[in-house]
């Protein structure tokens, strides 16, 4: 296989992976793994993002200690403490083996895969609704060819921010959050297609959500600011007259400060966002604020979509 990785499980992401049995011979388990992630920036996989791998094998050399404990029925009593139903069940030995391979057999879907002080535990369901493996091994040997996508939690991303609304009665922190999909998701009860972005905040005890499909987010938070009530403002850098965006390239969330520039166009802004020392110190994040804030306006040259997201029909 192309991706070989010896005794080093620590750079996978295991968590709703599915293994299934490929075979045993008494000594050493292989099976087969789907779902499964790497972390990102390994010698594997140098891209900027976990990613999923399309099918692997993973070679357990001598298999050993092996146990396997059935899950129990938990019931809550009145003072609302919960605790198991019934003797606790370990199979280990042979029985231990012969359960696991009978669970894989019939593939398991893996809900943790943790190092312990001694060997190793997967908590999973199968056939059983919840198990726990616990096992060792001398040697663990993980082998792919491919990569399938960006792992679910890449496509998938939230994100939470303080920021200031404007009030009638003053100013108030809310937290914001932001939900960035890059899968088909539902919306509303509508399936949207990706890129999906929705920007939402709670205020006067309501839930208020705004929608866009743009990479820097920024429509998303335009059309949060249309569902806001009348009188109630979105104060951060984002929305600021002097929040201006880079002419050669933006980051996600990255807006740059030129309360002290004059700003007429966008090459003005050529020196004051190529230039290291002058980014470092014009950076900001959108929800950032200060007091030196002023609303964008028609009336002044502000390098952002914001305005223009705020004022499409």
């Not at 600021?240 to 933006?250: D, M």
């Not at 802004?269 to 470092?280: G, I, K, P, S, V």
């Amino acid at each position: 296989m192309k991706f070989c990785v010896e005794n080093n499980l620590s750079i996978f992401e295991f968590h709703d992976s599915e293994f299934s049995f490929v075979s045993f011979d008494g000594k050493d388990l292989v099976v087969s793994v789907s779902m499964m992630n790497i972390h990102k920036d390994t010698p594997q996989n140098p891209s900027a993002y976990d990613m999923e791998i399309a099918s692997a094998q993973i070679a357990f050399k001598n298999f050993n200690s092996a146990t396997y404990e059935p899950g129990r029925a938990w019931k809550t009593d009145e003072d609302g403490k919960s605790y198991p139903v019934g003797p606790r069940v370990v199979f280990s030995g042979q029985d231990g083996i012969n359960r696991i391979l009978e669970e894989l057999r019939n593939e398991i879907t893996v809900y943790h895969f943790e190092k312990e002080d001694r060997g190793y535990s997967i908590g999973g369901c199968g056939i059983e609704p919840y198990f726990t493996m616990g096992f060792d091994f001398d040697s663990v040997v993980v082998c792919w060819d491919e990569y399938k996508k960006k792992a679910w939690y890449e496509l998938h991303r939230q994100y939470r921010y303080d920021t200031v609304l404007h009030t009638p009665t003053g100013g108030e922190v809310v937290q914001l959050i932001v939900s960035c999909h890059e899968e088909p998701v539902y919306v509303k009860g509508v399936l949207e297609q990706p890129p999906t972005v929705n920007v939402g905040c709670k205020y006067d005890g309501k839930q208020y959500w705004g929608h866009g499909s743009d990479n820097l987010w920024i429509d998303a938070f335009a059309d949060l600011q249309r569902h806001l009530p009348a009188g109630v403002l979105l104060t951060c850098c984002l929305t600021c007259r002097h929040g201006n965006l880079c002419p050669v390239g933006n980051d996600i969330n990255e807006v740059f400060c030129t309360k002290d520039a004059l700003i007429t166009q966008k090459s003005d802004l050529y020196f004051y966002t190529e230039d290291n020392a002058e980014r470092t110190k014009r950076s900001r994040q959108y929800c950032d604020l200060c007091p030196d804030y002023h609303p964008q306006t028609d009336g002044f040259y502000t390098y952002n979509d914001y305005l223009h997201f705020l004022n499409r029909t």
